[in-house]
């Protein structure tokens, strides 16, 4: 007889049961649970470990655990006793020696005295052993809307109540050597009318994920909603680094980038992201209809097309690219729905990812902004004076042209930005120690970045 008995209560109507497993223990069963061991291993001596369960009525005093590759068993004993129902976390001392580029068939199993039911006692596995493990780069894939009312709750309180804007900010998203995170943006078409920022490439990866709702965020590729999540993807082992560069000259973006891969996967794809690196609604804030009024990170352009690079990435081998795009910023207001324009004042920001045949993200990265030595706008020289400086810096483009100024951290913070013509003072004296990047983009569209050292 089974008895199911609720809490003493007054107001409770209904008893919800779940999971009830009734069964006849044998006396003697022991059971390797799981196996600690994934798809890829790294070259090198690997400890092989798990959990066993007693799954019988008798106490487990002493057994052996035991693996193979198919030359021959390696058996450990173990003197631990397991009580019924418990489970006890091994780790086998002798060591399989990987040999990169090598696959091994192994099987592990647990050796009790008097185990009544051998079926459970052995798991079995294949893995492929690469020749080192990269730096885990998450990467958050967000889609959303401006005319989406959830998605101004996840961009101002979600995201484990302290919206995703603010996230972006605390993990440093997006910046180059700071950065926890990597992220894009893709602002889809829907509710009606949708946001202005979608175009045909937002609806590709739209459709690969098969995005049904605003918002939606992934963490490399799987579902998330929590800093948690980003975290715990973090902790994924990869076995691939991505680098990259890219320099800005005009409207000209050349992006060059390495994959150093250290396991093989057949069919991934290389994905270059041009993104906007963030605007707001301004006096347009009407045409957001859901309350949002400040974007970031939202994506523009893939390369080099929607559907990415397909490539063999070989174990032990590196693939290099270079990806050259011409950009076009709206020339007032905000881009056409559809178009692939850039919004007016952003900054670029360039994010490289490679992606399995199966969906998996392998990693991703941030591409770093090559800044160039020479200061050169529109092919005239112009001078950032004095350098390092101790608190007031120059710009002097030496004629009459006009130019948009903007005097950014590291991370990407605007701090100063305004109009010039030939030549302005910037006051420096309320920032910190540290390098800081000026921009300058003169009426052609022309674009320049250089670096201001702050020395206090």
Known sequence: Y????????????????DDVVVRDLLEDDAEL?????GDVIVQGDVLLSGSITNQGSNMISGFDVSWDTGSGANVQSFSNTIMPGATFNFTHATPLEAIAGTDYNINVCVSAANDANPNNNCMERTVSTASGQGTRMPLMEVFTSSTCPPCYTLATTGFGGQGLGNYYEEVNTNVFGQAEMAAISYQVDWPNPGDHAWNSEVETRRAYYGVTGAPTVLVDAGPAGVPADVTAAAAVPTYIDISSTHTIVGNDITVNYTVDAYASYN?????????????????AADQFTNGETEFHHVFRKMLPS?????????GGSS?????????SEVASGFPAQGSFETHIGSEREVVIFVQAEDGTILNAAISELEVSSVNELGGI???VFPNPTNGWATIDLGNDTKATFTLYTMNGQV???GQMTGKVNLDMNLYETGTYLVSLRDESGNVSVSKINLVK
Request: charged share 15%.
């Open 33 to 37: 649970t799981t196996l600690n061991l």
């Open 381 to 383: 020289s112009y001078s």
């Open 2 to 17: 089974l008895t199911f008995r609720h809490h003493n209560c007054f107001d409770k109507n209904f008893l919800i049961l």
């Open 306 to 314: 929607d559907q990415g690079l397909l490539v063999p990435l070989i």
């Open 267 to 283: 069919n991934a794809r290389i994905y270059v992201a041009i993104l906007d690196d963030g605007y707001d609604a301004g006096t």
């Open 415 to 417: 701090l100063q930005t």
């Open 319 to 327: 693939y290099s690219d270079t990806e050259v795009y011409t950009s």
